[in-house]
Structures are given as structure tokens and as C-alpha cells.
């Protein structure tokens, strides 16, 4: 345990850094549209207990004079409706900064993929987004700083985002009932995960899930985009036409710099929840869900078998998996930390057939054709050459994350 010394110290160092939030010490088939379809208030209680004057609408608590008495955040500076929310108001606690102290990127700058070899390492995490003829890539070691990106790609608003704690980046339409939301960061936690707004009506929402859990949208649901975390030279090598999130952020910090010194190897820090011990806290897993259930597949498996042929909810999953990616939450210069490798989740169906793959030398050959297949989905040789699998939206999470918004994952045991 850290001493409140480190503690103080820590504090100190975090707000001359602006950093997220405090360091750990050293080692401390509605498929293609949610990778967490179930409500993340599901696992707090089935049927909420109401307080006095709290009735339920819809799912949605609403209390004419909510009781905040006790609870571990600040609402001075906003303008939150908070007689409506889904979850409990003492699960949600401070990371550390105030409202948009963790400064998202509102106008992101961008440069051709290639000119990141300047300033990214070959096998450094990236996240990519496409739609349509549009590919977007973001580095981690930025969004490690801002964790909030406000775009556009392919003509379609969107929000990247990605949480630090639980190692989660996911992407999300920022279009709701015809309004174009712009997202920023509360500075609060719930579970460990990170809680964001919108500008437009100062609702809070869980990055996990992708619901409003507080405020006017309490209760609503984003749609999300697919979103994958590659190594930067396979991003390249697969789109060389994709655009990059430049350093040119309009702020000052420390890119290509890790404030979480190891901590994908330390306890889970800022956590409050229940831990699932089917795997170690901080196991990545990835994951894809539908209404009826999700699944778990733990990179340790994943890099053993580095093809995986399944069904979630019925429908024909693929899970590819690649090594080298290197952690983006280990060493001090991320260029020098260990590698954990990628995983990406496809539909193994092609043109009205399922496709069957397996590992095959350096890659994955799929068994009707022996086309080769690479990381992205993309058929790169054979009787298939040029055709992409379609991505299944998924999460790259730490396990402890996962677990406790959807504790009844069913976890993939391998072959």
C-alpha cells in the first residue's frame, strides 16, 4: 500500500504533469452497434430502491430535491439536471481534476499516416476508426493526455475516447435526437471508469456502455462505431491513406510519456466494486455483446491460438489476435514498454458463406480458400485477395473493468 507521503507527493506531481488522474505506485445480433448493450446501472441492483419523493420513469430515477448529502463529487460549475439519473450517486466519485480539467480535443489536427514515424515507435498503440473512404488513426500516447476527441470521420460526428484505468477506447456517433453533442471530461470516476458530458445539455455519461446515466439524457444510449487498437506500423501498412492525429493539440504535455508508470501490472487503482476472480484484474480481455449476452476472450488465450471461431447471440465471430502492439500503460516512454499484442473482433460471414479461420506461420488462413487474412480483416493473398471482413464493434478492456458492468461475461476458455 502507498503511503499518504507518495500519496501527497503524487497529487503534486499529477497537477504539475495534468495529468488524468493520480499514478498508481510502481507495481501497485445487434453486433454491429454496442459492444455493451445491457444497462451498465444492471449489475448495481435489478429493481433500484427509491428514496423519498424518487419515482421511476423508464428506467430513469427522478426525484423532485435529489438527497447529494455525502456523496464524493463536486457539482459546483455545473448545470446538471440531477433529479434524474440511473445509478447511484455514491458509486461515482472524483478522480482528481474538475470539469474538463483533463482538456478533450475539440479541433483535432491531422497529417498523412506516414509522417508519424517522426514522433510514434513502429509497434506503439493506436486506435483506428473508418467510415466509408475516411480512416482516422489516434495515437494513445495523446489521447492518454485528453482522453476525449470531438471529430468527424467519413461526414459522421463522433467521439473518441479512452480510459486510462481501464485501458478501454471506444468510439461513439455524437449525433442524439438530431442534436450533434460535443463531449468533455467530468473528472469523476464511476467503478474506475470514466464518466464524460455533453455540452448541450451537461448530462453525464459512462464511458462503458455508453448510456447517460445522469442529467436530461440520463437513461439514453449512444451509438457506437467500431474502433480498434493496432500497433502503428501495421496502421500504416494496411492504410496508407489514413489521416493522423498530429501533437498539435493546443496543449502542453508530455507525448510519448506514460503518467501511469506500470500500471497494467499494479492493483487497480481508483476502483470500487466487486472483483470478478475468474482472471486477474488487470487481464485485457477483448469483448463483444449483444441483448442476450458477452463474451470475454482473454489475450493470454488469444495470443496461445491467435484465430478463434465463435458465436455470440447466435452470430459467427471471428477474433483475431497479433503480437508486438506494446502496452501504452507500462514503461515511462512508451516506446520502451512490453508488448501485449492487438485483437480485433470481425463477422466470419462472406458474401452468404461462414468462413473458418485458423493460425497459419506468421498470419491466418481462413480453411475454405487458404486466402491469408491480416490483423485488419483484410484478405491479403489467395482466392480471396481484397475482400474485408466486416468488424464487430468490441472493447479492449482490463478484466476488473468488464466484470463489474457485465458480470455475467461468459469468459473464452479456448479450443
Known sequence: ??????????????????????????????????????????????????????????????????????????????????????????????????????????????????????????????????????????????????????DTVGGEPIVVTYCPLCNTALAFRRTLGGTVLDFGTTGNLRRSDLVMYDRQTESWWQQIGGEGIIGRSAGARLDFVPASILAYRDVVSAYPGARLLTR?????????????????????????????????????????????GSVAYPFAILERERAVNDQVAGAPVAVFFKAGTKSALDAEALKDSRAVGSAVAFSRSVDGRILTFEA?????VDTDTRSRWDITGRAVSGPLAGTQLTPVVHGNHFWFAWAVFQPDTRVYQGR
Do not use: C
Open 1 to 150: 500500500m502507498p503511503t499518504w507521503g507518495w500519496i501527497t507527493g503524487a497529487i503534486v506531481l499529477a497537477a504539475a504533469m495534468g495529468v488524468a488522474y493520480i499514478a498508481p505506485p510502481r507495481g501497485a445480433a445487434r453486433l454491429s452497434r454496442s459492444p455493451n448493450d445491457a444497462s451498465p446501472a444492471a449489475s448495481a441492483a435489478a429493481t433500484p430502491t427509491l428514496g423519498p419523493g424518487e419515482s421511476l420513469r423508464d428506467g430513469v430515477i427522478v426525484s423532485a430535491n435529489p438527497d447529494l448529502s455525502g456523496v464524493q463529487f463536486s457539482r459546483t460549475g455545473w448545470s446538471t439536471d440531477f433529479t434524474r439519473r440511473t445509478v447511484p450517486f455514491r458509486e461515482i466519485q472524483s478522480g482528481g481534476p474538475t470539469k474538463d480539467g483533463i482538456p478533450p480535443i475539440d479541433q483535432p489536427k491531422f497529417a498523412p499516416v506516414a509522417t508519424g514515424a517522426t514522433f510514434l515507435d513502429p509497434d506503439e498503440p493506436v486506435i483506428v476508426v473508418q467510415h466509408g473512404a475516411d480512416t482516422a488513426v489516434y495515437p494513445l500516447q495523446i489521447l492518454l493526455w485528453h482522453e476525449i476527441v470531438n
Open 248 to 292: 498539435d493539440t493546443g496543449h502542453s504535455r508530455r507525448y510519448g510519456q506514460n503518467p501511469y508508470l506500470e500500471y497494467d501490472s499494479s492493483t487497480p487503482f481508483l476502483f470500487t466494486g466487486p472483483q470478478d476472480a475468474r482472471l486477474k484484474a488487470t487481464e485485457r480481455v477483448l469483448t463483444v455483446s449483444s441483448g442476450s
Open 360 to 364: 497459419s506461420g506468421s498470419g491466418v
